[in-house]
C-alpha cells in the first residue's frame, strides 16, 4: 500500500467517525438519500420499509435489505367498532413491543424509515411511535423511495429479514397525545389550538373520500400537510419550517397544539416537520376525523356550522 492510499484511507476512516459522531450527538428526525449512502454499511443500522394495505411486498422494490412493515397490521390495533380510536389506533406496549423484536430493533439500533410513496406519513407515524418509547436513533428518509432511486442507493426486489430477534422492553407512550374527550374541551379553550392537517376539501366539508361525513371538529384550523413538502416531494428546510409554523401558532404554544387528521397517520408528519423545524412538539390526537365522526359529538359540516 502507498503513503497516499494509505493516509486517505485513515482520513476517510476518520471523516466517517467524526460524520457518525456529530449524526449520534445531535440527530436529525430527517435524512436525506446522500447521507443514509454514508450509512450503509453502519453497525446496527436498521431500514425500514414503512407501507400501507396498498401495497404486496411481493409487487415492489426495496432499498437493499430494508425489512417490511405494514403499516395497518403492525402500526395498528383496528377494531371492528371505528368510534373507538378510529382508523388506526395505536397498538398496544405490548404489541408494539413484539413488532420491535421481531424486527431485531434494540435500543442501540440506529432505524431510518422511508414510505413507497411520497409525503412520509407512514414513516413519520413509526417514528413517532419510536421517539414516544424514548428510541434515540431514528430517523425518515427525506423523499422516500423515489429519492432512493435518485441518489443511487442499492435496490432488491426482495425485503431484508431481521438478523436476530431481539428484546426491547418497552413500558409506555411519553411523547404527548390525547383522548376524545380532551380535544372536546379544547374546542372551547382558547389556550389551545387544534390543527386539522387534512386536504380542504375534507375539512371544509365538500367531501370525504374515507369516513362517513366531511367536515371538521369545532375551532380546529386546517393546516394541510402538504405544506410541510417540496414540489419534489421533500420536506421544506428546517428555518421554512420554524417560520411557518410559528405563524400557524402565533402567540400559542407549539406544546398547547394538538394535531390531528383522518386517522391519525398524517398528522405525524406535521409533527415530525415541526420536529424537523425544532420546535417544541404538540399533542397527537389518534383517532382523528375518524374517531371524531363516529361519536355523536359537534361537526362543522357543509350544511350546518355545528350539528
Known amino acids: 500500500m502507498s503513503i497516499r492510499v494509505f493516509l486517505f484511507s485513515i482520513l476517510r476512516d476518520n471523516y466517517r467517525i467524526i460524520y457518525l459522531f456529530k449524526m449520534n450527538k445531535n440527530i436529525s428526525p430527517i435524512i436525506s438519500a446522500k447521507e443514509l449512502l454514508k450509512l450503509m454499511k453502519v453497525k446496527n443500522?436498521?431500514?425500514?420499509?414503512?407501507?400501507?394495505?396498498?401495497?404486496d411486498k411481493n409487487e415492489q422494490r426495496f432499498i437493499k435489505e430494508a425489512l417490511f412493515i405494514n403499516l395497518d397490521l403492525e402500526l395498528s390495533n383496528i377494531k371492528k367498532d371505528l368510534s373507538i380510536g378510529g382508523r388506526h389506533p395505536l397498538p398496544t406496549i405490548k404489541q408494539f413491543k413484539n413488532t420491535l423484536n421481531n424486527l431485531g430493533i434494540t435500543k442501540k439500533s440506529h432505524v431510518v424509515l422511508y414510505d413507497y410513496v411520497n409525503g412520509a406519513s407512514a414513516?413519520?407515524?413509526f417514528w413517532w411511535m419510536l421517539k414516544s418509547i424514548g428510541h434515540q436513533k431514528v430517523q425518515v428518509l427525506n423523499g422516500g423511495f423515489q429519492e432512493a432511486v435518485r441518489n443511487g442507493i442499492p435496490i432488491s426486489s426482495k425485503a431484508g429479514e431481521p438478523l436476530d430477534i431481539s428484546n426491547y422492553k418497552v413500558t409506555k407512550w411519553k411523547w404527548p397525545k390525547v383522548s376524545l374527550q380532551e380535544v372536546e374541551k379544547a374546542t372551547v379553550d382558547h389556550k389551545k389550538l387544534i390543527i386539522d392537517v387534512r386536504d380542504s376539501y375534507r375539512y371544509d366539508g365538500i367531501s370525504e373520500p374515507i369516513d362517513l361525513i366531511a367536515g371538521h371538529i369545532p375551532n380546529a384550523i386546517n393546516v394541510p400537510f402538504s405544506n410541510n413538502n417540496d414540489s419534489n416531494g421533500l420536506f421544506k428546510s428546517p428555518d421554512d419550517l420554524k417560520v411557518f409554523y410559528?405563524?400557524?401558532?402565533?402567540?400559542?404554544?407549539?406544546t398547547e397544539g394538538i394535531v390531528h387528521c383522518g386517522s391519525g397517520v398524517n398528522a405525524c408528519q406535521t409533527i415530525l416537520a415541526m420536529a424537523y423545524a425544532g420546535l417544541e412538539i404538540p399533542s397527537l390526537y389518534v383517532g382523528s376525523w375518524s374517531e371524531w365522526s363516529r361519536n355523536n359529538k359537534?361537526?362543522?359540516t357543509i350544511n350546518s356550522s355545528i350539528e
Not at 246 to 254: A, D, E, L, P, Y
Open 45 to 55: 443500522l436498521v431500514i425500514v420499509d414503512v407501507t400501507t394495505k396498498n401495497f
Open 123 to 125: 414513516a413519520a407515524r
Open 298 to 300: 359537534p361537526m362543522v
Open 246 to 254: 410559528k405563524n400557524v401558532f402565533g402567540n400559542i404554544k407549539t
